[in-house]
């Protein structure tokens, strides 16, 4: 099984400030990887796929980049509404386990 | 607009079962992969199975491989997990997921609001 890890656990950023956060898988999974936003009470929400493909709907603070092991989600200018937790997921073909991160809150400094 | 209605969570003793269901609706159903997630309160999420859009391509976390089974009915634009043997550590919401493309190996864009499951005695 390939697990993802996330770095740091709580990021604390003031509202303007760029925030970065990273994602490491145990192997390689190509650009197969997604990151997610949850807030509380609510299901998850597709912000990025393919490593760097902005999911539909998604504001162009959002980018991904990185490829085989290393991924970085950049939040280039930190609104109010982007304070959640940020989820990696890889979901590489083989073997068909898709496995998450265990997150990165990001909060109000 | 796409909706995803889970259903059939609820307390359940261990080594029971329970099965789940998931109502699609507002696109083509049978031409994406579906997924379950999970997630424990509290904790973070874990993803528990998918589908491929013609059933020909399942997999499962290690945690519920041989306990759970997934399956689609395409006519009825519904997904199902089958839970059987439930331990304390399956209690969580689940969440049904649609994947962005038809195979298995794909994100998930869209979520209902869940069901939970309660394993307790």
């Known amino acids: 099984e390939i697990v993802m890890t996330q770095s740091p656990a709580t990021l604390s950023v003031s509202p303007g400030e760029r925030a970065t956060l990273s994602c490491r898988a145990s192997q390689s999974v190509s650009s197969n990887l997604a990151w997610y936003q949850q807030k509380p009470g609510q299901a998850p929400r597709l912000l990025i796929y393919g490593a760097s493909t902005r999911a539909t709907g998604i504001p162009a603070r959002f980018s991904g980049s990185g490829s085989g092991t290393e991924f970085t989600l950049t939040i280039s200018s930190l609104q109010s509404e982007d304070f959640a937790v940020y989820y990696c997921?890889?979901?590489?073909?083989?073997?068909?386990?898709?496995?998450f991160g265990p997150g990165t809150k990001v909060d109000i400094k | 607009e796409v909706q995803l209605v889970e259903s059939g969570g609820g307390l359940v003793q261990p080594g029971r079962s329970l099965r789940l269901s998931c109502a699609a609706s507002?696109?083509?159903?049978?031409?994406?992969?579906m997924h379950w997630v999970r997630q424990a309160p509290g904790k973070g999420l874990e993803w528990v199975s998918g589908i491929s859009w013609n059933s020909g391509s399942i997999g499962y976390a290690d945690s519920v491989k041989g306990r759970f089974t997934i399956s689609r009915d395409n006519a009825k634009n519904s997904l199902y997990l089958q839970m059987n043997s439930l331990r304390a550590e399956d209690m969580a919401l689940y969440y049904c997921?649609?994947?962005?493309?038809?195979?298995?190996?794909?994100?998930?864009?869209?979520w209902g609001q869940g069901t939970l499951v309660t394993v307790s005695s």
């Open positions: 507002g696109f083509t159903f049978d031409d994406y992969a």
């Open positions: 997921q890889q979901y590489n073909n083989w073997p068909p386990k898709f496995t």
């Open positions: 997921a649609k994947g962005t493309g038809w195979e298995l190996s794909s994100a998930t864009d869209y």
